[in-house]
């Protein structure tokens, strides 16, 4: 068991480094496609007045005039020695960039990812034990309506209502503790949708089973019912669900950083997206790659934790014993 | 992902132009009605916030001095060895006075004694060396660039003693004083152009002699300037020479348009940058400070290349700038505040003359002009001759928010006596790909630059001398080869200002230049408590002279 969990980890983590590496040459492909870049765009602002000749020799004495195979193995090596370079657009180190950027999304996606949860667990929570007459039914339809509604509209009405109506925050002041609960909020409600959707579908599933019957025939109250029991077996699915939203807090705080003015990796991106920012746009997709690879690893490690039936069987992948077959397909980026 | 980037822009202007509404009622008991206090006596101290819709890219003082966002921070951080106003008025600054040799290639600048950098450094002779020197060459294989319109005919500076420079050039070039005054030549500590372009474009570590220092800054977010106290080498002409009242100013950037109207509307900020024109005359109304100041430069309009059919007939440039009605488009799309153009270079220029009467509004005349030229009108109105359509491509200019609606409008007036005019918006980096001057798909270039000297105009004219060739006329133009030498070539201004009113008159009749408006490319909206800013020759605003009444 013990050798089986470590070759499956082995296994895992070269496909991760091979999706990295993969990501970053498409990233730099897909680039440098696009026309233009940041330091030819900076010299042909109109303010400027430089020649189109003058403009060819200040690039050709930065090497950007080589072919395009010889930039992109000069950036891998720079790469792999743990060298992001400087950007392009600001001339100033990569890492520092990041660095300056970084804390910011944590404490977005973190919070967006509590509300979810909140959210998600509440919703569960009524789509069991709320009464028909006060609309359950209603609540139901909860998820489907957050899932329609994209965050940055969200996120303008959050703004236009508690920022300028309510004045419950300061619009200009994005970082502060009450901005960020509403950005939270906003980036936190879609999110929430899809893992109260599988939660909802689990939970009916589970309080059909004898065990819930006879839990309830033993008197237990709805809330201890659904904590001590229902929620631990259904919850397995929304595990997995809960990793592939990475991806969804990763793309939804990009918007929701820029509906909030947080200077966040979102805000990074944004800008180097808009100037063809090269280096800043590779390390920025390798760590999102790292990030979703890594938490879809993570979730896979915790399977067994979680259901004691989760047996690594011959071709090393997690599969939960019993468990609904497609949300184990849908485990992670790396299945081959 | 990349997908989702775009929408959220639109929908998000959409939603927060249907917002205010609600906004504005609940403004208008707060910030917006309350009546400014009469000026008393300057009160100290004070922090105002200033909205922005980007802070630029690089720090690197040369590679971001012009930027029209970071030209901002930039004129409240470092000082200029000259000052010129909004009408181009030259008056002395850190340079308290100069000579210049008959012909006008040898300059002398005695500078103001005792000046120092915030890092120090005194802002001596040799310092002044320094930053010419950067400012003419940059330092290219580090990504440092050249100051785009300093004059390429610099030779060499030299420092005499500690407050006398000695500038020489290779050819006659009147333009070098007024020069010192544009954004981009601002003087930065020699300590801080040493360094390599990484370390440069550390904005906090950056060095100038200016009345504010950066406190703090983040990339992509906001700049801190606090004042500095000991400053006091302020330009006499701006009536204050010791240090800022203010204690502070914040330039935070928020890219929704409607977002930085609302802070300012709502008592969050102080300055709103670049509002929509259309919303000005109700600001004004609600009590806000609207300032439209012009730069120095050429005016909003089209440079036109001859070498592309049907251009390279005169006729038809000239039947181009008769059916331009210019009062139209200040009345559609902009406000009172914008003016009617009268030239190719803006009215406060010194140097501009008025030639309104060659860009009047005659629609008659153009299809008269078409016909002549057998454009002939063929179904739905349009001209066509030799089987091809009498068409005309525009190129929105991203740098000026307003020109995709300036390009409709014209459209429409060129439509009604047989032009198809198409219209193409790309975004900033695609325009500098694809859109250039005289390029065989651009038949009209959207000009807006500014310049401080009306020389410059030498030299777009042809491509001598390295020059941009705006209307594709390389040497073929005789008379336009004579008016750019004699004009690059003038020792005075009393020798080039003739010179300069008939190269006017001739641009404008040859159809060569198709000017729309006098350009206001940075517009204020602004907390009626706060009084006294002063704007340059370029149209940016100086908080340095401003004051914040607590009531």
Request: charged share 20%; net charge neutral; proline share 6%.
């Given at each position: 068991?013990r050798n089986?969990y470590r070759?499956?980890?082995?296994?895992r983590?070269?496909?991760?480094?091979?999706?990295?590496?993969?990501?970053?040459?498409?990233t730099f492909?897909?680039?440098?496609?696009?026309?233009?870049?940041?330091?030819?765009?900076?010299?042909?602002?109109?303010?400027?007045?430089?020649?189109?000749?003058?403009?060819q020799?200040?690039?050709?004495?930065?090497?950007l005039?080589?072919p395009?195979?010889?930039?992109?193995?000069?950036?891998?090596c720079?790469?792999?020695?743990?060298?992001?370079?400087?950007s392009?657009r600001?001339?100033r180190?990569v890492?520092?960039?990041?660095?300056?950027?970084l804390?910011s999304?944590?404490?977005?996606?973190?919070?967006?990812?509590?509300?979810?949860?909140?959210l998600?667990?509440a919703?569960?929570?009524?789509?069991?034990?709320?009464?028909?007459r006060?609309?359950?039914?209603?609540?139901?339809g909860?998820?489907?309506l957050?899932?329609?509604?994209?965050?940055?509209?969200?996120?303008?009405?959050?703004i236009?209502?508690?920022?300028?109506?309510f004045?419950?925050?300061?619009?200009?002041?994005?970082?502060?503790?009450?901005?960020?609960?509403?950005?939270?909020?906003?980036?936190?409600?879609p999110v929430?949708?899809?893992?109260?959707?599988?939660?909802?579908?689990?939970?009916?599933?589970?309080s059909?089973?004898?065990?819930?019957?006879?839990?309830?025939?033993?008197?237990?109250?709805?809330?201890?019912?659904?904590?001590?029991?229902?929620?631990?077996p259904?919850?397995?699915?929304v595990?997995?669900v809960?990793a592939?939203?990475?991806?969804?807090l990763?793309?939804?705080?990009?918007?929701?950083?820029?509906v909030?003015?947080?200077?966040g990796?979102?805000?990074l991106?944004?800008?180097?997206a808009?100037?063809?920012d090269?280096?800043?746009l590779?390390?920025?997709?390798?760590?999102?790659?790292?990030?979703?690879v890594?938490?879809n690893l993570?979730?896979?490690?915790v399977?067994?934790?979680?259901?004691?039936r989760?047996?690594?069987?011959?071709d090393?992948r997690?599969?939960?014993?019993g468990?609904?077959e497609?949300?184990?397909?849908?485990?992670?980026?790396?299945?081959? | 992902?990349?997908?989702?980037?775009?929408?959220?822009?639109?929908?998000r202007?959409?939603?927060?132009?249907?917002t205010?509404a609600?906004?504005?009622?609940?403004?208008?008991?707060?910030?917006?009605?309350?009546?400014?206090?009469?000026?008393?006596s300057?009160?100290?101290?004070?922090?105002?916030?200033?909205?922005?819709?980007?802070?630029g890219?690089?720090?690197?003082?040369?590679?971001?001095?012009?930027?029209?966002?970071?030209?901002?921070?930039w004129g409240?951080v470092?000082?200029?060895?000259?000052y010129?106003?909004?009408?181009?008025k030259i008056?002395?600054?850190i340079?308290?006075?100069w000579?210049?040799?008959?012909?006008?290639?040898?300059?002398?600048?005695h500078?103001?004694?005792g000046?120092t950098f915030?890092?120090?450094?005194?802002?001596?002779?040799?310092a002044v060396?320094?930053?010419?020197?950067?400012?003419?060459?940059?330092?290219?294989?580090?990504?440092?660039?050249p100051?785009g319109l300093?004059?390429?005919?610099?030779?060499?500076?030299?420092?005499?003693d500690a407050a006398?420079?000695?500038?020489?050039?290779?050819?006659?070039t009147?333009?070098?004083?007024?020069?010192?005054?544009?954004?981009?030549?601002i003087?930065?500590?020699?300590k801080t152009?040493?360094?390599?372009?990484?370390?440069?474009?550390?904005?906090?570590?950056?060095?100038?002699?200016?009345?504010?220092?950066?406190?703090?800054?983040?990339?992509?977010?906001?700049v801190?300037?606090?004042?500095?106290?000991?400053y006091?080498?302020?330009?006499?002409?701006v009536?204050?020479?010791?240090?800022?009242?203010?204690?502070s100013?914040?330039?935070?950037?928020?890219?929704?348009?409607?977002?930085?109207?609302s802070?300012?509307?709502?008592?969050?900020?102080d300055?709103?940058?670049?509002p929509?024109?259309?919303?000005?005359?109700?600001?004004?109304?609600?009590g806000f400070?609207?300032?439209?100041?012009?730069?120095?430069?050429?005016?909003?309009?089209w440079?036109i290349?001859?070498?592309?059919?049907?251009?390279?007939?005169?006729?038809?440039r000239?039947?181009?700038?008769?059916a331009i009605?210019?009062?139209e488009?200040?009345?559609t799309?902009?406000?009172?505040?914008?003016?009617l153009a009268?030239s190719f270079?803006?009215?406060?220029v010194?140097?501009?003359?008025?030639?309104?009467?060659?860009?009047?509004?005659?629609?008659?005349?153009?299809?008269k002009?078409?016909?002549?030229?057998?454009?002939?009108?063929?179904?739905?109105?349009?001209r066509?001759?030799?089987?091809?359509?009498?068409?005309?491509?525009?190129?929105?200019n991203?740098?000026?928010?307003?020109?995709?609606?300036?390009g409709?409008?014209?459209?429409?007036?060129?439509?009604?006596?047989?032009?198809?005019?198409?219209?193409?918006?790309?975004?900033?980096?695609?325009?500098g790909?694809k859109?250039?001057?005289?390029?065989?798909?651009?038949?009209?270039?959207?000009?807006?630059?500014?310049?401080?000297?009306?020389?410059?105009?030498?030299?777009?004219?042809?491509?001598a001398?390295?020059?941009?060739?705006?209307?594709?006329l390389?040497e073929s133009?005789p008379?336009?080869?004579?008016?750019?030498?004699?004009?690059?070539?003038?020792?005075?201004a009393?020798?080039?200002?003739?010179?300069?009113?008939e190269?006017?008159?001739?641009?404008?009749?040859?159809?060569?230049f198709?000017p729309l408006?006098?350009?206001v490319?940075?517009?204020?909206?602004q907390n009626p408590?706060?009084?006294?800013?002063?704007?340059?020759?370029?149209?940016y605003?100086?908080?340095y002279?401003?004051t914040?009444?607590t009531?």
């Amino acid at each position: 068991m013990r050798n089986a969990y470590r070759a499956y980890a082995a296994k895992r983590l070269v496909q991760a480094v091979v999706v990295i590496l993969l990501a970053y040459v498409l990233t730099f492909v897909v680039v440098s496609i696009l026309p233009g870049d940041p330091i030819t765009s900076v010299l042909r602002d109109p303010q400027n007045g430089f020649t189109e000749a003058e403009i060819q020799e200040i690039v050709a004495a930065q090497g950007l005039d080589k072919p395009i195979p010889v930039q992109l193995w000069t950036s891998l090596c720079h790469f792999l020695t743990g060298d992001l370079g400087l950007s392009m657009r600001s001339s100033r180190p990569v890492a520092t960039l990041i660095a300056e950027v970084l804390p910011s999304t944590l404490v977005l996606a973190s919070a967006g990812l509590a509300v979810a949860l909140l959210l998600a667990a509440a919703l569960g929570y009524g789509s069991q034990f709320l009464p028909k007459r006060f609309g359950q039914g209603f609540l139901r339809g909860f998820p489907a309506l957050f899932l329609s509604v994209p965050n940055f509209v969200i996120g303008l009405v959050l703004i236009h209502l508690f920022g300028f109506q309510f004045g419950f925050f300061r619009v200009l002041d994005p970082d502060s503790v009450r901005a960020t609960f509403f950005a939270a909020i906003a980036l936190g409600i879609p999110v929430s949708a899809q893992i109260a959707e599988v939660l909802i579908a689990n939970l009916d599933h589970e309080s059909r089973q004898e065990y819930a019957a006879v839990a309830r025939g033993r008197g237990l109250g709805p809330t201890r019912l659904f904590v001590r029991h229902l929620l631990k077996p259904s919850s397995l699915p929304v595990v997995t669900v809960i990793a592939l939203t990475i991806g969804e807090l990763l793309g939804g705080s990009l918007i929701t950083e820029t509906v909030f003015g947080r200077t966040g990796i979102g805000s990074l991106v944004q800008r180097s997206a808009t100037s063809h920012d090269l280096p800043v746009l590779q390390a920025v997709v390798s760590l999102a790659a790292v990030v979703f690879v890594l938490v879809n690893l993570i979730a896979d490690l915790v399977y067994p934790l979680l259901d004691p039936r989760v047996k690594l069987i011959g071709d090393h992948r997690p599969r939960p014993a019993g468990a609904d077959e497609s949300a184990a397909d849908t485990s992670g980026a790396v299945t081959p | 992902m990349t997908e989702r980037l775009s929408p959220p822009s639109l929908s998000r202007r959409h939603l927060l132009i249907a917002t205010p509404a609600a906004a504005t009622a609940a403004l208008a008991t707060t910030a917006g009605l309350r009546p400014a206090r009469g000026a008393g006596s300057p009160n100290d101290g004070g922090d105002i916030t200033f909205l922005i819709d980007s802070l630029g890219g690089t720090w690197i003082p040369n590679n971001s001095a012009i930027s029209s966002f970071q030209g901002h921070i930039w004129g409240h951080v470092t000082d200029k060895l000259i000052y010129v106003d909004a009408d181009g008025k030259i008056s002395p600054w850190i340079a308290e006075r100069w000579e210049q040799n008959d012909t006008a290639t040898a300059f002398t600048l005695h500078l103001k004694q005792g000046v120092t950098f915030s890092d120090g450094t005194p802002l001596d002779a040799p310092a002044v060396v320094a930053n010419l020197d950067i400012w003419y060459a940059g330092r290219r294989n580090e990504g440092i660039n050249p100051i785009g319109l300093f004059p390429k005919t610099y030779d060499h500076a030299e420092a005499v003693d500690a407050a006398t420079v000695k500038v020489f050039f290779k050819v006659p070039t009147l333009g070098f004083i007024p020069t010192l005054g544009y954004h981009g030549s601002i003087l930065i500590s020699p300590k801080t152009i040493a360094r390599p372009a990484a370390r440069q474009a550390n904005l906090g570590k950056t060095s100038g002699s200016g009345p504010y220092l950066v406190d703090s800054w983040k990339e992509g977010d906001f700049v801190r300037l606090v004042r500095r106290k000991d400053y006091n080498w302020g330009p006499p002409a701006v009536g204050h020479t010791g240090p800022a009242f203010l204690d502070s100013i914040t330039y935070k950037l928020v890219a929704e348009q409607s977002l930085r109207v609302s802070a300012v509307q709502s008592g969050q900020a102080d300055i709103g940058y670049s509002p929509p024109p259309l919303e000005l005359q109700s600001l004004k109304e609600a009590g806000f400070t609207v300032a439209t100041p012009r730069y120095l430069g050429f005016v909003n309009g089209w440079a036109i290349n001859t070498k592309l059919a049907p251009f390279d007939d005169v006729r038809v440039r000239q039947a181009l700038q008769a059916a331009i009605n210019r009062q139209e488009i200040i009345d559609t799309v902009y406000t009172p505040d914008w003016k009617l153009a009268e030239s190719f270079i803006q009215s406060n220029v010194p140097g501009a003359t008025d030639h309104r009467e060659l860009l009047a509004y005659d629609p008659a005349r153009a299809e008269k002009l078409l016909d002549a030229a057998g454009w002939t009108k063929g179904a739905g109105g349009i001209r066509w001759k030799d089987g091809k359509p009498l068409s005309l491509t525009l190129h929105a200019n991203p740098y000026l928010a307003t020109s995709k609606a300036v390009g409709e409008l014209s459209a429409q007036q060129l439509g009604r006596i047989g032009w198809k005019v198409a219209i193409r918006a790309y975004d900033v980096v695609t325009f500098g790909e694809k859109v250039r001057f005289n390029s065989p798909t651009v038949p009209a270039y959207e000009v807006t630059r500014s310049f401080i000297d009306a020389g410059t105009v030498a030299s777009i004219l042809t491509d001598a001398n390295n020059g941009e060739d705006w209307f594709g006329l390389g040497e073929s133009d005789p008379k336009i080869n004579e008016l750019r030498d004699r004009i690059a070539g003038a020792g005075s201004a009393r020798v080039r200002d003739p010179l300069l009113d008939e190269l006017q008159k001739y641009v404008l009749e040859q159809g060569y230049f198709i000017p729309l408006t006098q350009i206001v490319q940075r517009i204020y909206v602004q907390n009626p408590k706060l009084k006294g800013e002063v704007y340059n020759g370029i149209a940016y605003a100086s908080y340095y002279t401003a004051t914040k009444s607590t009531a």
